[in-house]
């Protein structure tokens, strides 16, 4: 759980060594303002992924493109 610990960005392989465990990742109550293709590349096996009430106004193209497994989103209470 990394919620509400003023996150501003994601620096590239952050989750390396933990992306074939990690199912449930909660970014919720931060500062991110935008989501760029590389913060979730390698977290393959993630379904849930929480990122309410950011600062989010801009989503690249390529953000959720590795995530197959994902079953829940939760963008709300952004700038988008």
């Known amino acids: 759980d990394l919620s509400a610990n003023k996150i501003n960005s994601i620096e590239a392989y952050s989750f390396l060594g933990i992306e074939n465990s990690l199912k449930k990742l909660n970014l919720e ?23 309410s009430y950011n600062k989010i106004s801009v989503i690249e193209n390529k ?7 994902l079953k829940y989103l939760d963008l709300s209470n952004n700038f988008i």
């Open 29 to 51: 109550n931060n500062y991110l303002n935008k989501l760029k293709d590389y913060y979730f590349k390698i977290l393959y096996n993630l379904t849930d992924l929480n990122l």
């Open 63 to 69: 953000v959720f493109e590795n995530l197959r497994m």
